[in-house]
């Protein structure tokens, strides 16, 4: 199987309308891949295809607010919750009784919780990239650096007007390239996150310039208002 038998569609859940990806037989078992920030569905095309190689229905759904799907009308509301009961909600449309759950980054805040409230959906669960953490582990004792990204654009407005400074490709980039540095950065007190990166620098090896295009088009669509909301803003 490739990319061209890939199938896009769209499913009313919770008065939204989201973009909901898949490959495979209906009748295979399936496995549903939860992606991260900023990203799409588009991050688990190469693992969708070799699942669906292995014999099993692959579904990736797009956040809401994230790139193709309807945001939410306050933004500024959403919530880890309204992702989980997506989640919930997108299974049951598409007529799967149980799945295999698959997060990395902000997708296991979502896919942790969702096998805890949905037991008897969840077939099994694998994650990358945070542990699990049980509710109540972000504390006032949970202290990040205040140059740190997550404090900055836990800011309402500050991100915005950093990300604003530059076109949508640049921003995807910059970000892409902060995650895959091998050293946290850290901004100082009169610099913005966006400014960590030289223009100069190259993308990681792994990562090719068409897949840029691809969250960027993403993104203009949504912006990143939801994005930014949903981890940052409902978290920390």
């Not at 920030?37 to 579904?59: D, L, Y």
């Not at 598409?94 to 759950?101: E, P």
């Not at 694998?126 to 006032?140: D, V």
Request: contains cysteine; glycine residues 6%; charged residues 20%.
């Amino acid at each position: 199987m490739a990319m061209d038998q890939i199938a896009h569609k769209f499913v009313q859940v919770n008065g939204l309308k989201l973009h909901v990806v898949e490959i495979g037989s209906e009748s295979s078992p399936a496995v549903i891949f939860l992606h991260g920030f900023p990203e799409i569905w588009f991050t688990w095309h190469h693992q969708m295809i070799a699942v669906s190689n292995a014999g099993f229905r692959a579904i990736a759904p797009d956040f809401r607010g994230y790139g193709l799907p309807d945001s939410p009308e306050e933004p500024e509301k959403a919530s880890f919750t309204d992702l989980i009961n997506d989640t919930a909600s997108i299974i049951d449309s598409l007529a799967i009784s149980k799945v295999f759950v698959i997060g990395k980054d902000i997708g296991t805040i979502v896919a942790y919780p969702f096998a805890l409230q949905y037991p008897e959906k969840v077939a099994g669960i694998i994650t990358l990239g945070l542990p699990f953490m049980p509710p109540g582990a972000f504390t006032e004792q949970f202290v990040l650096p205040d140059g740190f990204y997550p404090r900055r654009w836990q800011e309402p407005g500050r991100a915005e007007a950093d990300f604003g400074r530059f076109d949508v490709k640049t921003v995807v980039r910059n970000i892409y390239i902060l995650f895959s540095q091998s050293e946290l950065q850290i901004a100082s007190e009169n610099q913005e996150i966006m400014d960590l990166v030289k223009p100069s620098t190259p993308l990681p090896s792994w990562f090719i310039e068409e897949d840029i295009e691809t969250y960027a088009a993403a993104f203009e669509k949504s912006g990143f208002r939801t994005a930014l909301q949903v981890p940052y803003r409902c978290v920390f």
